[in-house]
């Protein structure tokens, strides 16, 4: 008898907590197949909030200084 809350793993079928943010279980093969590596760079600017962005976006790739921006 299946409920409306369970979570199975999407490579295993095997029984997840419903809490689990994902949707492959924690066992070493299901886990290496699910996940995701994920790049960022943290862009640093003097007395502000640093950025956060992935190395293909346009603050990164412009190779230009905002140094004396007008």
Do not use: W
């Given at each position: 008898?299946?409920?409306?809350?369970e979570?199975?793993?999407v490579y295993?079928n095997e029984?997840?907590?419903?809490d689990?943010?994902?949707?492959?279980?924690t066992?070493?093969a299901?886990?290496?197949?699910?996940?995701k590596?994920?790049?960022?760079v943290?862009l640093?600017v003097?007395?502000?909030?640093?950025?956060?962005?992935?190395?293909?976006?346009?603050?990164?790739?412009?190779?230009?200084s905002?140094?004396?921006?007008?």
């Open positions: 008898m299946s409920s409306d809350t979570n199975r793993c295993c029984l997840m907590h419903p689990r943010p994902y949707n492959y279980c066992e070493p299901c886990y290496k197949q699910g996940f590596q994920t790049e960022y943290i640093g003097h007395k502000s909030t640093p950025i956060i962005c992935a190395p293909t976006d346009d603050l990164v790739s412009a190779n230009r905002y140094m004396n921006a007008k």
